[in-house]
């Protein structure tokens, strides 16, 4: 089983390409799992906005809960997740079935978010796996399923790659990671700065 090295306390990322702008999180170990805070300011479109997250994992690294919030200039928004760790969601406090089966979160401002299920699969070289999620739009806070998989290939020295796939985005890409399981780069999308 793949292991990764310890959390840092600290990540940031430079968005570029599809948005302008920048995201830091940090790290704490809890009881149970970790909380992660985070949060992204930047320009998309033309648009400026600012979402804030806290996110709660177990010790499988499920998520469990994520509170998220956006700023922008057509107002304020808040929106709160929570899993029960076997697939079944809340939005809001009301059941949420069409995300049934998902056991992550994917926030569309946060490149950290790819790294739930690549800690919570523990693929080894060559094995794959699907990963639908939970996906928070940035601007709306809309939530909606999204369809995605990761294989993991040959790494690159320490750094661990992965062939992502997002079929609903026509996207796919080749994520690279450090060895505590965290996205250095994600092309068209960001590139780890700290």
Known sequence: MTRFSPLPRFVAWRHQDAREGFETVFFRQTGDGFRFEGKTAAVEAGEAWSVGYALDVDQDWRTRRVQV????????????LEGDGFGRWTLDGNPCPQLDGCLDVDLESSSFTNALPVHRQALEPGQGAEAPAAYVRAL???????????????????????????????????????????????????????
């Open 69 to 80: 919030t956006c700023l922008s200039a057509s107002g304020r928004r808040e929106a709160a």
């Open 140 to 194: 709306d806070l809309s939530v909606e399923r999204l369809e995605q998989s990761y294989v993991r290939i040959d790494d690159d020295g320490a750094r661990r790659r992965f062939d992502y796939t997002a079929p609903r985005f026509d996207f796919r890409c080749v994520l690279v990671y450090d060895e505590s399981g965290l996205v250095l780069d994600y092309p068209g999308i960001a590139t780890r700065v700290a």
